[in-house]
């Protein structure tokens, strides 16, 4: 089959739209769609110092090149990286190295934050010797390690590498539990709140399958291997629900995110408008009660952040 804009071959049928696109269309298309929504969630009329969080994966790689490619050399911002070592043996150090590699080439200020130097143990030790659901507590700890990492870089934003299809399973997961004070949390975040560097999502409108692509298209090198804790996400079981809608209805996806974005604001203004946070008596971090959810793990598995 041949590109829709062109007579070059089709790399791929989007059958959301019914489009088909050449490798040159198709990586343009891309671009152009993250440029738009980039410049939705983010005011350049001022400079900005954006950190990008990066795993390794291709999600987060192919936003660290993206949003690298924006702010071009505008000399009013930078783009930092962020990586974060949880201390998964036999998975993480190899998608580090990719990322170590990446930055290099961008020439990019990066900060690699590790479970160990953080909170004294890795997620392995500390699932071994907690119990605790690994995923729940990976989460948790990354985005205090996240957090924490940007505001040593003096970031003003913290991008991340979400795609639609993570951004469709976090409000679905959200309505069926009917936890609407988290959904109202998600990002891309427009406010600023004390201590916490808000998030932007820059590929939240681009399929999972098409960042694949566009890694494969501009030869990005990407760590494949899947986190063996993943099989006892209850995230995948969404990820199926929602894979098996789109294949029956193509443009389910972007009918969560669209229903999603009408909600968003008052959610927000119903659940956060005004909430003020507390500083964490152990840590120091934004919390809505005395302790927050980081140090409340770690109390309980008798550890404290190293400060």
Same mark, same amino acid.
């Given at each position: ?63 660290? /090149? ?75 700890? /990354? ?165």
């Amino acid at each position: 089959m041949d590109c829709d804009r062109c007579n070059d071959p089709a790399v791929i049928y989007m059958r959301y739209n019914g489009v088909h696109l050449c490798s040159r269309h198709f990586t343009e298309s891309l671009e152009k769609r993250v440029y738009r929504e980039f410049r939705k969630q983010v005011d350049l009329d001022t400079g900005k110092t954006i950190a990008v969080a990066v795993s390794g994966g291709k999600d987060s790689l192919v936003a660290l /090149r993206l949003v690298k490619d924006i702010i071009g050399t505008r000399r009013d911002s930078k783009v930092v990286g962020i990586t974060i070592d949880e201390g998964i043996e036999g998975y993480r150090a190899g998608s580090i190295e990719l990322a170590r590699k990446e930055y290099d080439e961008q020439g990019v200020e990066y900060r690699i934050l590790s479970f160990r130097e953080s909170f004294g143990h890795t997620l392995d030790l500390m699932v071994k010797e907690s119990g605790i659901n690994p995923c729940s507590l990976c989460g948790v700890l /990354r985005r205090w390690a996240m957090n924490t990492a940007a505001k040593e870089l003096d970031a003003d934003l913290l991008a991340t590498g979400l795609n639609l299809d993570d951004t469709a399973q976090s409000v679905l997961m959200n309505f069926c539990r009917g936890d609407m004070e988290k959904m109202s949390r998600l990002g891309p975040h427009r406010t600023v709140k004390e201590g916490l560097i808000p998030r932007i999502a820059p590929l939240r409108t681009i399929p999972e399958n098409e960042v694949y692509l566009y890694a494969m298209l501009k030869k990005i090198p990407i760590h494949t291997q899947e986190c063996p804790y993943a099989v006892s996400a209850i995230r995948g079981l969404y990820r199926d629900v929602i894979g098996t809608l789109e294949d029956s209805i193509p443009g389910t996806k972007y009918a969560i995110l669209r229903s999603y974005d009408k909600l968003r604001e008052p959610l927000r203004d119903r659940y956060g408008g005004g909430v003020e946070l507390d500083e964490c008596e152990d840590c120091g971090e934004p919390t809505l009660g005395r302790v927050c959810k980081t140090c409340e793990f770690l109390r309980g598995m008798g550890l404290s952040v190293r400060l």
